[in-house]
């Protein structure tokens, strides 16, 4: 028996016109999203749909309070009606983000077009908490900043998690990290206790999809995007499409091998990039601790910034530490550049000591991964913030499901609208 949805026998199956509108209206949204101001006919142009269709589509989303008219894009015409503006509707409903770390979170809110309007921190006990607290620890700081919110504002309709480990491919679980023991159900369970979708992602996941929305002219095509904190972590955009596994994160770049039975490493393996590369690996090495040491956790802050002020000073046992971390993740990166051609580094984390003590090492020991590619430099960024880039990239998830859920119930409405027509 054929499917409901095909034609004849053995026909292609035919598209369902409210799975079409749906996705015409999603494709409009991020259409305008990415513009941030666009007129009806420069939309039309853009996502190639008929004038009459934008005309419909934007009306039922402006009902949604999704779009909404702004002054007149571009010079006035000489002759007709001048074209009016469509920009994202603030009003559309708030994104909350939690970028989670060891022994720490940074919550923030967006709304609807992708503005921050609120960010705070809080200090969450990782190490000492099983995943039920930690996932209760995070409901009790939401609920609060919910409560506090001013009646003029939306309400919070998606969470989005950006955390340190890794997590599997539908955005549910945090499978493994070196922050906490177990595996955490985050989505299940917080959506229980704050009754709001939640989805979550890895960290070095979110911040390479903060460093694409954020400066598309450098990462808008093939990039790397390297986390150094407490733990190593990587993310690519590859083909256009970040990189992935089957069932997790993957790219867990941190936990190659550098020195087979080397250092250890805190998820209990030897010799893994991220025992000579993480802040513990900088601290174990400049204090002269054994490699075989159980690594210290949670290496506070300033403790941090003193041996990157130290490295920077003189040659000593703290600039021999930061050059050991160059070392490791140069050649981590020679040897992903040999799978794929050399695309720009974007290195997250570790300051100025990074830039002034690890880019000089880390472009000697890539020079000779340009032989085959034809090039003979590489493009390496620094951005010494990482919490703020979690949270940004976790906002443009959440607003992509958001985007998909408002584009379902307005196609939904404009179905029911037209049977009652009839």
Not at 49 to 73: F, V
Request: net charge negative; with cysteine; hydrophobic share 45%.
């Amino acid at each position: 028996m054929g499917s409901p949805f095909s034609g004849k026998a053995g026909s292609p199956a035919l598209v369902r016109s409210d799975d079409l509108r749906r996705a015409n209206m999603v494709r409009i949204l991020r259409a305008v999203r990415h513009a941030q101001r666009i007129s009806r006919t420069e939309l039309a142009q853009a996502t190639a749909l008929s004038p009459a269709t934008i005309s419909t589509i934007t009306a039922a989303l402006i009902g949604e309070r999704a779009l909404r008219e702004q002054d007149a894009a571009g010079p006035a015409p000489r002759r007709g009606r001048p074209q009016v503006a469509l920009g994202l509707d603030p009003r559309g409903g708030l994104v909350a983000t939690v970028a989670l770390s060891l022994n720490t979170a940074r919550f923030a809110l967006y709304d609807f077009a992708g503005a921050e309007i609120h960010v705070t921190d809080a200090r969450i006990e990782t190490l000492k908490a099983n995943p039920g607290e930690i996932t209760r620890a995070i409901a009790y700081a939401l609920s609060g900043m919910m409560a506090e919110l001013p009646g003029t504002l939306p309400p919070v309709r998606q969470v989005s998690l950006g955390v340190q480990g890794v997590t599997d491919t539908a955005g549910r679980t945090m499978l493994w990290s070196p922050i906490t023991k177990g595996e955490v159900r985050f989505a299940d369970d917080l959506e229980r206790l704050v009754g709001i979708p939640v989805t979550v992602a890895n960290d070095s996941d979110a911040t390479a999809i903060a460093l694409r929305h954020t400066e598309p002219e450098r990462y808008g095509g093939d990039f790397v995007s390297i986390a150094m904190t407490d733990g190593i972590g990587m993310s690519m955009f590859v083909g256009g499409q970040l990189f992935s596994g089957v069932r997790s994160s993957a790219a867990e770049f941190g936990h190659m091998v550098h020195h087979y039975d080397g250092a250890l490493c805190r998820c209990g393996r030897r010799g893994c990039i991220e025992a000579y590369a993480g802040d513990y690996a900088i601290h174990r090495a400049a204090h002269g601790i054994d490699p075989h040491a159980t690594p210290r956790n949670d290496i506070d802050r300033d403790e941090f910034s003193a041996l990157s002020q130290a490295a920077m000073a003189a040659d000593g046992p703290e600039r021999r530490a930061f050059l050991q971390a160059a070392r490791a993740l140069g050649v981590g990166l020679r040897n992903v550049f040999a799978l794929i051609d050399p695309a720009p580094v974007a290195l997250v984390g570790f300051g100025g000591a990074g830039e002034a003590l690890l880019e000089p090492e880390l472009r000697s020991i890539l020079k000779d991964a340009f032989a085959v590619s034809g090039r003979d430099d590489i493009q390496i960024s620094w951005h010494p913030h990482s919490a703020p880039l979690i949270n940004r990239g976790a906002a443009e998830r959440g607003l992509e499901l958001l985007e998909q859920r408002i584009g379902a119930a307005s196609a939904s409405h404009f179905d029911e609208g037209m049977a009652a027509a009839e």
